[in-house]
Structure formats: C-alpha cells, structure tokens
C-alpha cells in the first residue's frame, strides 16, 4: 500500500547533497539529517550515541510525530480488525460443517459461506495491517544510496586477466583439439530430446483426407444414432446432424465426419450436374466443420439458407454448394454425396470428395 | 527511549542462524532495502500476490482433477447431467465443483487470480514501458518479464482446456487449426501435439503435465529471476525533489513496507476470495461435456484471448493454393503473425531504443511519458492495435447490440486497425509534445496562478507564480536524448558506421526520434536555454556511467 502523506515535512528528504564527492562513496549510507545538521548524512557508521544508535528507532534520524492518541486509536482499529478476521475462521469452520455441497443451490449456498467469511478474513487482515502501518508506524522516507553498477576498470581488468589465466593453465586455449572435439561432442546434445519426442504422435500420412464415410455408411442421427429415411425429413427447411453408423460414440470420427443435412425444395439448388447427383430428392449433406479453423458450422438461417459457423461468422450459402458469402473461411464447406439404400433410408455415396475441416499445408 | 532488549527466543535464533550463516550484515543491509513510493508500483505486487494465489488454488485442485479423457457415463450429484457420457477430466471438474466443500471456490479462485495474473502483468509491463523503466541497466529484467507474459498467456490457455468442457474443447478445436495452417511442419505439428487425430486421448494429460509442472515451474524460477535483480539493482524513481540517478528514497522494508506489502498481498487474495465466493466464473455444468459436433454460440473466450479472437474474425479469407500445396494465410496471419507483430516490438524495444538513440547511460530516474514521445507514441499505437483486436473478437456483441450488420462490423476494423494505431500514435505524439511545452513554460516562468493583477499603468496581468522545488524538479526532469556519435570526422570523412546501410537507418531514426524536441526548460526565467546545442556527445560509455552516478 503506497501513500506519500508525510505529514512530518522536515523528516523528509534532504534539500542538499553531501558537499564532498567522497560521501556519495561510501558504502551504504542510510536516513536523513534532523533539521540541525542538515548538512550531513547519518549513516550507520556514525559513532554511537549512549551505546545504542537505535535509540530513537531504526533509522536514526527519522521522526515522526503523532499524536498519542492518533496512534492509539490506530491500535484499537487494527486489534479490531485482526478480531474479526479470527471470527471470520471461527464462521470458516462452521459454515464447512454446516453447509454441505450437493446440488446446484446447496453448493452455492456452502460456496458463499466458505468465500464470503475467507473474504472476511483476509480483508480483515488487511484492514488491520493497513491501520497499523497508517496509525500507528511513523512515515518517513529513507535515502539510500546506490552503487554505481559498473565495476571499477583494475578491478574488471584484474578479474579478465585471471579469468584468462585459468582458461590457459586448463589447456582449453592451448589444444584446439581438446576443444574442438569438445564442442562436437556437445553440439547434438539439444537435438537428442527431439529424437526422444518422435513417438509423441504418428505421422499424418493421409489421415487427414479421409473420414468414415464410405459407400453404403448410413447416415445417423447425432445424439440418438437412429437412422434416417428420405421420407422421414421430408419438410423443406429441415435440418439436422448427423453421424456414421457406428462411430455415434467416437470422438475422433465425429471431429472429422459430421454432417450436417439440410432439406430445401429442389428447386432452390443451384449447383453443377455432379453436385445435383450428390443430393437426395433436395436432401443435401455438407461437412459440418468448418473449413476455417474447424469449429461446428451449427447455425442455419432458414429463410436466407445460410449457414453460420459461431466461432469467427464463416457464412455458406446452402443452396450454392456452401459458397462462403462472408467471413474468414476461404473453402466452401465440402459436399457428402449421399442417396438412399433399398430400404429408403439415407447413406452415402462414397467418402467426401475432398478434405473436410481447416486448411493444411498438403491440402494442396 | 532506548530499544527493547532482544527477547531470548528470538535472540537464539539468531544466533543459531548467524553461526551458520554469517547472516546479521547481509541481514541488516536487506532489511533496510528502501522501496520507493508511488502507487505504479504495486501493479507488479499484484501480479506477484496473484501468481501465488495461483499456486495455492491450484495445487488444492490437482488433488481431485483427472486428467483423462476416458469416458465415463455421468452419476454425480449435479443431476441435470446425470447419464450423459463424458470424459474423466470434467467428469472430475464437476466432482471438485459438487461434492467437495470449497472446491467450486477454489476452482473460481483459481480462475479469477489467472485474470487478475495476466491483466496485472499486463499493465505492469505497460507502467515499464511508457516510463521508460526497462532502460539500461534493467534490459534483462524486461525480457524476463515479456517472457512472463508470454507464459502466461499460454499457462492460462492450457488451463482453460483442463476441464474439457464444451467451450474449452472449442478453444482446442481452434488451437487444432491454427497448428493446421503452418507451412511443411502444421500437420506433424498437430499429429505430435494430439498424439494423432484431434481430439485424441492424449491432449488433456499432455496439457496437465504442461499445466501443472513445467510451465509453473519456469516461471516461478523466472519470477525469482526477476526479483533477485530487481533487488540488486534497486527500484527506479520517479523525478522529484531530492531525487537522482544516485540514490533511492523511500520507505524501508523493515519495518513499514514489510508490513504493507503484507497488507497488500492479504487485500488481493481478499478481493479474489469475494469474486470467487460472489462472482461465477466458467460454469462449466452449463456447457456440458466436449462434443466436437455441437457448439453454443455466444461463447468468449477468457479476456487474454479476446485479441487473437479477434484478429481472426476480421482478417480476410484469403488461401494460396499451388503446386499442389496450401497455404491458408487467413489463419496463419492473424493467429501467429499477428501475435508475432505485438510480441516481437515488444520483446526487443529496449535493445531497439538503445540502438537508435545511442543512449547507453545508465538510467535510475524514469521517464515521464511526455518526455519520450515517439517511445509513448509508439505504446499508445500498440495498445491501441490490442484494444482494437480485442473489440473486434466482440463484433458480433457488438452488432448486435447497436444493431448494425456483422457485415459492417468486420469492415470498420479492417479499416480501424490499420487506421487506429496510425493515429493513436500522432496524437499522442503531439499531445506529449503539448505537455513538454507546458512544462518548459513553467519552469521558466512559473505557472498561470489565476490571480489578475492591475498594474500601475492600468494594465492587468496574470500573477505567474513559480514551482514549488519538488513540482520543478518534475518539470525539468527531462533527459535529452544524446547525439549520435558525429557523423562526419574532423576531416570530413563519414564514419564507416553511419556510412553502411544500417548506419544510415539508425540515424533516419534518431532523427525522427529527436526532431521535435522540446528544449528542456531552465528553472527560474534563467532564460530558455537551447538543448539542441548542449547535447551530450556519446563518448565512452563507461565514463559516461560513471558521471551520470556522481553527478
Ligand atoms: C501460473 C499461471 C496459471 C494460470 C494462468 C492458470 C489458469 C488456469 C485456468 C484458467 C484454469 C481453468 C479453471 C476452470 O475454470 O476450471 C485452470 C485449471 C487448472 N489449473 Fe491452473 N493456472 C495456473 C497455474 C496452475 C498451477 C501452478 C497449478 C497446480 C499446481 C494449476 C492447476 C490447475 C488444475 C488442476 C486445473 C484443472 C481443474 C479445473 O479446471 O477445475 N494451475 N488453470
Ligand atoms: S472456425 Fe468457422 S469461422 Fe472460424
């Protein structure tokens, strides 16, 4: 806590400086003159008085003066305090005991119980410290001398002149052999960890550009794993997630396979002849992470057919193969070719066509 | 009055530590350690108190956090999520949140110290900056401290993955994609964080054992780095009366400053205490587990993060495919670019500085911001450039709010950030170059009392009455920026080092840096002196550091 409310103007800091150069030299001088001898610098090896220089505190010199009864109102303020902050314990432990967690409201309650009394606890304790340094300690301020940070140039010269004379008496300077072979036996050390970390991972190969789509996969609901007839979203607007069959659990799949479905009038499309035999009856299936860094592009604006990826606003016009009208995707979202088995139910043509989710270097 | 006899235990002490240690001088020099006062100063015990808090909280969590992400099916007391499968990790974030008493609070504790951590370290670095307290000899005390920074923002993300919640699994999702984007190594990158395909089973030990151990440990050997030096080489000062290069005034650690720090550090955890006790933090019951299929919009990240956000939001869509490969600079750029273009500036400024002015004294007194203002300038365009991103990773709050379109939102920071920092630093310039003026004046002719005086011809005049001492000290505090070594020699000759490509930058530079100064004011109407005139040459530095000590 920082306050500069010296109210003791002449216990502050000195107007003059020491008048010999040989003063600021010393090694360590500390406190500030009393008014009469302004003209000088106690420091700590001024001859003691009475045998004890600490006589009228810490830092001969410095005063401050405050009424008694200032200070002693300081004192019951800060004994106050540390009082409450030791009830503040007492209410820790009984409100552990007493409010137990559980549900959402009995752990709120037993949350503000434990937080608020540790509140008033360590607020307390401040409180008090607070009073006792503001009422009750003098303010003044010290001046302490710095040392200059450079070492003086005999001294430098002294050690560099050592330092070489070592190195030379170990031979290091002298065999270009020793330490040649030394350095090369060193140089590789901070490549070995790297070697070590190989098997952190395997490599990528062509994970990325394959999911667990493949010809004949149905297509399950997200969340149910019920499979999905043609017939059964049939009304224009509709949208849903949907998953491989049987990776309904898998994590690593779903990253990678998820798709979203979306129903439009047939109509409404406008894509190439090879896109319009990827879609089902107006049923047309798109990767639901997004090509940017790979969030799920879950929203759908029914009535502009957009889609919108949450994360950084990517928009894909549904209708037009997910063409990015807006935002900082630069891919479409690609196309699942999907059609319907003998018994109605959607699946898909083959895997995706191309990489699904974020830009990669080997993309190409 | 004469001082209290040592009580005996104390005294034993003592001695049993001093016979082994030789401690009593090293002691009594540390004790009188002068810590000088002004309230910039605690931004950096705050950021300290909180780190600690951080360790304590944290600590407390890793004894019921699980960092697996082995599924589990849920049946703990939180109901509302009972059945649904999960991994271990959140599975153990709701039991530490429901069924152990005080673990909602730490874990909120433990969340609101990495706010107050980060933005502490934040503003601190700033208060260094503008006031230029990173000169030599405290370089490497700055560098310490951005690397703190640094570590701090990525502590703070894997933190925020732990749980893996739905939101945190989104802010790996993202970190998946980033890592994506880099050219040759992206995908081997990705595959060795993850231990293969996203999200793997891998990532949350991975991040814990980060977490937890290695990041931590850094930093703590790093923030003891930082205050071992700072206690050897002493706080800086602001200007003031009595105040100089040679010498540090202000309250002693012992006993005063002891116990304020003391009372400072209770007064932080207190605050944090109330907003983990009142204030909720990440409710990760909310968000349900991790499912890369579903997302909740609205989502924003933790604030530290807002900028990065942001800077992938508005940066165009722009991806080179060719030769068979991609390079996807819409996230490339603003995800590692952009954070490159904040960071490095920041890191190597002192070394920067020091190149172009050719300052290599030895500087105790800080800088007021208005006396260096390209350096404050230059801040502000970089704060502005932060604050800008940041604004921007809000965009769609934002328009929805004013109820503009996203569209228009995006478009006015792609402009505004190129805009704003330009701007930023002109006005601030010349608002800096406007106060060093009125400083100049009033050292000279005093200050514009207010009191109008008719004088015996009938005129009237405002009163100017002069500075107090320790109020002109402040106003003459400047430093001029030194010359640079002459360009030319007696004979005319250039001196090979402004001659060579990077001698000629340097000196374009110093240039700028210098060619609006202000001259220092003299006290007292002595006249206005021409400090352009009175430029100290850069002789040898050493001797340099020496006179500016005595002088
Ligand atoms: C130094 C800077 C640190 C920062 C900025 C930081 C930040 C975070 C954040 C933001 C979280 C998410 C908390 C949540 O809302 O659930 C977290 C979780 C966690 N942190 Fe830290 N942390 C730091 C250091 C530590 C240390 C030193 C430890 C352990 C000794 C630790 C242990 C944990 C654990 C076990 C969790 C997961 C528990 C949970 O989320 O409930 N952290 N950290
Ligand atoms: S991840 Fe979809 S817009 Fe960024």
């Given at each position: 806590?920082?306050d500069?409310?010296?109210t003791?103007g002449?216990?502050g800091?000195?107007?003059?400086?020491?008048?010999?150069?040989?003063?600021?030299?010393?090694?360590?001088?500390?406190?500030?003159?009393?008014?009469?001898?302004?003209?000088r610098?106690?420091?700590?090896?001024?001859?003691?008085?009475?045998?004890?220089?600490?006589?009228?505190?810490?830092?001969?010199g410095?005063?401050?003066?405050?009424?008694?009864?200032?200070?002693?109102?300081?004192?019951?303020?800060?004994?106050?305090?540390?009082?409450?902050?030791?009830?503040?314990?007492?209410?820790?432990?009984?409100?552990?005991?007493?409010?137990q967690?559980g549900?959402l409201?009995?752990?709120?309650?037993?949350?503000m119980?434990?937080g608020?009394?540790?509140?008033v606890?360590?607020l307390?304790i401040?409180?008090?410290?607070?009073?006792?340094?503001?009422?009750?300690?003098?303010h003044?301020?010290?001046?302490?001398?710095?040392?200059?940070?450079?070492?003086e140039?005999?001294?430098?010269?002294d050690?560099?002149?050592?330092?070489?004379?070592?190195?030379?008496e170990?031979?290091?300077?002298?065999y270009?052999?020793?330490r040649?072979t030394?350095?090369?036996?060193?140089?590789?050390?901070?490549?070995?960890?790297?070697v070590?970390?190989?098997?952190?991972?395997?490599?990528?190969?062509?994970?990325?550009?394959?999911?667990?789509?493949?010809?004949g996969?149905?297509?399950?609901?997200?969340?149910?794993?019920?499979?999905?007839?043609a017939?059964?979203?049939?009304?224009?607007?509709?949208?849903?997630?949907?998953?491989p069959e049987g990776?309904?659990?898998?994590?690593?799949?779903?990253?990678?396979?998820?798709?979203?479905?979306?129903?439009?009038?047939?109509?409404?499309?406008?894509l190439?002849?090879?896109?319009?035999?990827w879609?089902?009856?107006?049923?047309?299936?798109?990767s639901?992470?997004?090509t940017?860094?790979?969030?799920?592009?879950?929203?759908?604006?029914?009535?502009?057919?957009?889609?919108l990826?949450?994360?950084?606003?990517?928009?894909?016009?549904a209708?037009?193969?997910?063409?990015v009208?807006?935002?900082?995707?630069?891919?479409?979202?690609?196309?699942?070719?999907?059609t319907?088995?003998?018994?109605?139910?959607l699946?898909a043509?083959?895997?995706?066509?191309?990489?699904?989710?974020?830009?990669?270097?080997?993309r190409g | 009055?004469?001082?209290?006899p040592?009580?005996?235990?104390?005294?034993g002490?003592?001695?049993?530590?001093?016979?082994?240690?030789?401690?009593?001088?090293?002691a009594?020099?540390?004790?009188?350690?002068v810590?000088?006062n002004?309230?910039?100063?605690?931004?950096?015990?705050?950021?300290?108190?909180?780190?600690?808090?951080?360790?304590?909280?944290g600590?407390?969590?890793?004894?019921w956090?699980?960092?697996?992400?082995?599924?589990?099916?849920?049946d703990?007391?939180?109901?509302?999520?009972?059945?649904?499968?999960?991994?271990?990790?959140?599975e153990?974030?709701?039991?530490?949140?429901?069924?152990v008493?005080?673990g909602l609070?730490?874990?909120q504790?433990?969340?609101?110290?990495?706010?107050?951590f980060?933005?502490?370290?934040?503003?601190?670095?700033?208060?260094?900056?503008?006031t230029g307290?990173?000169?030599k000899?405290?370089?490497?005390?700055?560098?310490?401290?951005?690397?703190l920074?640094?570590?701090?923002?990525?502590?703070?993300?894997?933190?925020?993955?732990?749980?893996?919640?739905?939101?945190?699994?989104?802010?790996?999702r993202?970190?998946?994609?980033?890592?994506?984007?880099?050219?040759v190594?992206?995908t081997?990158?990705?595959?060795?964080?993850?231990g293969?395909?996203?999200?793997?089973?891998?990532?949350?030990?991975?991040?814990?054992?980060l977490?937890?151990?290695?990041?931590?440990?850094?930093?703590l050997?790093?923030?003891?780095?930082?205050?071992?030096?700072?206690?050897?080489?002493?706080h800086?000062?602001?200007p003031?009366?009595?105040?100089?290069?040679?010498?540090?005034?202000?309250?002693?650690m012992?006993?005063?400053?002891?116990?304020?720090a003391?009372?400072?550090?209770?007064?932080?955890?207190?605050?944090?205490?109330?907003?983990?006790?009142?204030a909720?933090?990440?409710p990760?019951w909310?968000y349900?587990p991790?499912?890369?299929?579903?997302?909740?919009?609205?989502?924003?990240?933790?604030?530290?993060?807002?900028?990065l956000?942001?800077?992938?939001?508005v940066?165009?869509?722009?991806?080179?495919?060719?030769?068979?490969?991609t390079?996807?600079?819409?996230?490339?750029?603003?995800?590692?670019g952009i954070?490159?273009?904040?960071?490095?500036?920041?890191?190597i400024?002192?070394?920067?500085?020091?190149?172009?002015?050719g300052?290599k004294?030895?500087?105790?007194?800080?800088?007021?911001?208005?006396?260096?203002?390209?350096r404050?300038?230059?801040g502000?365009?970089?704060?502005?450039?932060?604050?800008?991103?940041?604004?921007a990773?809000?965009n769609?709050?934002?328009?929805?709010?004013?109820d503009?379109?996203?569209y228009?939102?995006t478009?006015?920071?792609?402009?505004?950030?190129?805009?704003?920092?330009?701007?930023?630093?002109?006005?601030?310039?010349?608002?800096?170059?406007?106060?060093?003026?009125r400083?100049?004046?009033?050292?000279?002719?005093?200050?514009?009392?207010?009191?109008?005086k008719?004088?015996?011809?009938?005129?009237?005049?405002?009163v100017?009455?002069?500075?107090?001492?320790?109020?002109?000290?402040v106003?003459?505090?400047?430093?001029e920026?030194?010359?640079?070594a002459?360009?030319v020699?007696?004979?005319g000759?250039?001196?090979?080092g402004s001659?060579?490509m990077?001698?000629?930058?340097?000196?374009?530079?110093?240039?700028?840096?210098?060619k609006?100064?202000?001259?220092?004011?003299?006290?007292?109407?002595?006249g206005?002196g021409?400090?352009?005139?009175?430029r100290p040459?850069?002789?040898?530095?050493?001797?340099?550091?020496?006179?500016?000590?005595?002088?």
């Amino acid at each position: 806590m920082t306050d500069n409310d010296n109210t003791n103007g002449s216990a502050g800091v000195p107007g003059e400086e020491p008048a010999d150069g040989a003063e600021t030299r010393r090694p360590r001088v500390i406190g500030t003159p009393p008014p009469a001898e302004s003209h000088r610098l106690l420091s700590t090896d001024t001859p003691e008085t009475d045998g004890d220089p600490y006589a009228a505190g810490p830092y001969p010199g410095m005063a401050h003066e405050r009424s008694e009864e200032r200070i002693r109102s300081g004192v019951r303020w800060a004994a106050l305090f540390f009082v409450i902050a030791f009830l503040g314990s007492v209410a820790f432990v009984a409100g552990y005991v007493i409010f137990q967690v559980g549900d959402l409201w009995q752990t709120k309650w037993s949350n503000m119980a434990l937080g608020g009394s540790l509140t008033v606890i360590l607020l307390a304790i401040a409180s008090g410290m607070t009073m006792w340094v503001r009422r009750v300690m003098p303010h003044y301020d010290v001046v302490d001398e710095r040392h200059p940070l450079p070492s003086e140039q005999p001294e430098k010269q002294d050690f560099g002149k050592f330092f070489m004379a070592g190195a030379k008496e170990s031979g290091f300077t002298r065999y270009p052999l020793l330490r040649r072979t030394l350095m090369l036996a060193m140089a590789p050390l901070g490549l070995l960890p790297l070697v070590l970390l190989r098997d952190l991972g395997p490599l990528p190969e062509k994970k990325l550009r394959h999911t667990d789509w493949k010809k004949g996969t149905k297509l399950v609901v997200d969340g149910t794993g019920e499979p999905l007839r043609a017939a059964d979203f049939s009304s224009p607007g509709g949208i849903i997630t949907v998953v491989p069959e049987g990776k309904e659990h898998d994590l690593d799949s779903i990253a990678k396979s998820t798709v979203l479905l979306i129903k439009l009038r047939p109509e409404e499309l406008e894509l190439t002849e090879e896109q319009m035999n990827w879609t089902y009856d107006g049923i047309i299936a798109y990767s639901k992470i997004c090509t940017h860094v790979g969030c799920p592009a879950a929203l759908y604006e029914q009535s502009t057919h957009r889609i919108l990826c949450p994360c950084h606003q990517s928009t894909f016009d549904a209708r037009k193969a997910a063409k990015v009208t807006f935002g900082p995707a630069a891919r479409p979202l690609p196309m699942l070719p999907i059609t319907v088995d003998a018994e109605g139910y959607l699946v898909a043509q083959s895997d995706f066509h191309e990489p699904v989710g974020p830009s990669f270097w080997e993309r190409g | 009055m004469t001082t209290p006899p040592t009580p005996k235990a104390l005294g034993g002490v003592g001695t049993y530590i001093d016979d082994r240690f030789h401690s009593a001088r090293f002691a009594g020099v540390n004790l009188r350690k002068v810590f000088p006062n002004h309230w910039s100063f605690m931004l950096g015990e705050i950021a300290l108190y909180s780190f600690i808090i951080i360790l304590l909280s944290g600590t407390f969590l890793t004894f019921w956090f699980n960092p697996s992400m082995h599924e589990v099916v849920y049946d703990g007391s939180y109901t509302k999520l009972h059945g649904v499968t999960m991994s271990q990790a959140y599975e153990s974030t709701l039991r530490i949140s429901f069924d152990v008493r005080g673990g909602l609070l730490m874990r909120q504790v433990h969340h609101w110290a990495a706010l107050i951590f980060i933005a502490a370290m934040f503003v601190h670095m700033l208060r260094v900056f503008f006031t230029g307290a990173f000169r030599k000899p405290r370089e490497l005390n700055w560098l310490i401290g951005a690397t703190l920074l640094i570590l701090g923002f990525v502590e703070g993300l894997l933190g925020y993955s732990l749980p893996d919640d739905l939101l945190s699994g989104m802010g790996l999702r993202i970190a998946e994609g980033v890592l994506l984007s880099i050219p040759v190594v992206g995908t081997y990158l990705m595959f060795f964080l993850f231990g293969g395909e996203f999200p793997g089973h891998d990532i949350i030990p991975r991040f814990f054992t980060l977490h937890v151990l290695l990041i931590p440990g850094i930093m703590l050997a790093l923030v003891v780095a930082h205050f071992m030096i700072l206690w050897h080489q002493k706080h800086t000062q602001y200007p003031g009366k009595g105040k100089k290069e040679s010498n540090v005034i202000g309250t002693p650690m012992y006993p005063a400053f002891a116990v304020k720090a003391g009372a400072f550090f209770f007064f932080v955890f207190g605050v944090t205490a109330l907003l983990g006790a009142f204030a909720q933090i990440n409710p990760v019951w909310l968000y349900g587990p991790f499912t890369p299929a579903a997302i909740s919009s609205g989502s924003q990240p933790d604030f530290y993060m807002g900028w990065l956000e942001g800077s992938l939001r508005v940066f165009p869509a722009w991806e080179i495919n060719a030769f068979g490969y991609t390079l996807a600079l819409s996230v490339l750029i603003p995800a590692l670019g952009i954070p490159g273009l904040v960071f490095t500036p920041l890191i190597i400024w002192p070394f920067l500085e020091q190149w172009v002015t050719g300052d290599k004294r030895q500087h105790h007194v800080v800088d007021r911001p208005r006396n260096a203002p390209v350096r404050t300038a230059f801040g502000m365009s970089g704060v502005t450039l932060y604050g800008l991103l940041w604004l921007a990773g809000a965009n769609d709050v934002i328009s929805e709010r004013l109820d503009v379109p996203l569209y228009g939102t995006t478009w006015f920071f792609r402009f505004a950030l190129i805009l704003g920092p330009i701007i930023a630093f002109i006005v601030t310039k010349r608002i800096c170059l406007g106060l060093q003026r009125r400083d100049a004046a009033a050292a000279s002719h005093g200050y514009e009392s207010g009191i109008i005086k008719q004088l015996p011809s009938g005129e009237f005049i405002e009163v100017h009455q002069l500075l107090t001492e320790d109020a002109e000290t402040v106003a003459v505090a400047k430093k001029e920026v030194p010359a640079l070594a002459a360009a030319v020699d007696g004979d005319g000759v250039p001196s090979p080092g402004s001659r060579s490509m990077m001698g000629r930058v340097r000196s374009r530079l110093h240039n700028f840096v210098v060619k609006d100064d202000i001259p220092v004011g003299e006290p007292h109407g002595n006249g206005h002196g021409d400090g352009h005139g009175g430029r100290p040459e850069l002789g040898e530095a050493e001797a340099e550091e020496r006179k500016e000590l005595r002088h």
